[in-house]
């Protein structure tokens, strides 16, 4: 099997929109967190507000992508005459002024975004002058950039559409298997509660899963990674490693977590939409789910939307 052929000649449909309903890891972690905040927002349209750390995040992986483009699919020349610092800077300024448009107001202060600001060009000059320890030329290749999934996950369910796009997605030609990778922006890292809390680490399982599914790669040729990037790091570490602005972390991937995570999606599929359709159970009451670590940042907390939160 030439793994490289079926990933590039794999098709992909188009979403009909007409006719499907699409759901993301997103909705699925937000409905096994509090079903009734998933319905908030996507039953009743309350989105959350805009955030300076969505804004971020989303700059750091389109410059850190960009450089991965010019840096496999052009010449090492191109990525290393790429200013990743001043195109991080533009994007993450476009991005939180088109947000706080949106919004009407600024949602940040000038002392955040200069923070905010300082703190991604000190990850991009971490990740430049240690990028050979994490991605090396030689031996790999990118496959591709926000690779999509669209898969229909739930037989009984062929119009509701799990939609994902893949951050990087690489083959190493020495191990011939495909690794995705999930980059992650973190105040300080992922600690051991991060890496133990299944709602944060399952979505790299769900992807191999569908990933192998829709692009016809044999599920044992997959390994998941995350790529966090952090903005804090000590000043006076007990250890080296801990001033370092790079963590990796694998989650465990293996046909028992699959299983798992293949059964939360169609139990989620099954409680939220109507049987065998994509229209959503609008008439349904969705439990309230309130805890500590839930509640805590819920921008519904204390409103006439939900009675039912925790603060202490």
Known sequence: ????????????????????????????????????????????????PPSIHLSFGTAMHET???????????????????????????RFMELYKADADKLGENF????????????????????????????QKHGWKLLGIEMPILIAPHEDYPNVKLM?????????????????????????????????????TSQMVIYKK????????????????????????????????????IQKFEPSSGKVTQNKMVKNVRAFIEDVFVDGSHMYNVDKTYEKLASKKSCRWCPFLNTEHCDAGITK
Request: glycine share 2%.
């Open 108 to 135: 940040a202060t000038k002392k955040e975004l200069i923070e905010f600001t300082n703190d991604g060009l000190n990850i991009i000059d971490f990740f430049l002058r240690h990028r050979q320890e994490h991605f």
């Open 210 to 245: 569908y990933f192998a599914e829709q692009y016809n790669v044999p599920v044992e040729n997959i390994d998941v990674r995350y790529f966090i990037v952090k903005r804090k790091v000590p000043d006076n570490p007990p250890y080296p490693i801990m001033k370092s602005r």
């Open 64 to 90: 850190l992508q960009e450089y991965m483009e010019l840096m496999y699919n052009k010449n090492q020349q191109a990525a290393d005459e790429f200013d990743a610092q001043a195109d991080f800077q533009k």
């Open 1 to 48: 099997m030439n793994i490289i052929e079926n990933v590039q000649n794999a098709r992909v449909p188009e979403m009909n929109w007409a006719i499907a309903k699409n759901i993301s890891y997103t909705q699925l972690s937000l409905w096994s967190e509090c079903p009734h905040k998933w319905k908030l927002m996507y039953i009743d349209k309350m989105k959350q």
């Open 164 to 200: 994902g796009k893949l951050d990087l997605v690489m083959f190493d030609e020495t191990t011939h298997k495909v690794v995705i990778w999930d980059i992650k922006t973190s105040t300080r890292g992922w600690g051991k509660w991060d890496k133990e809390n299944k709602l944060k």
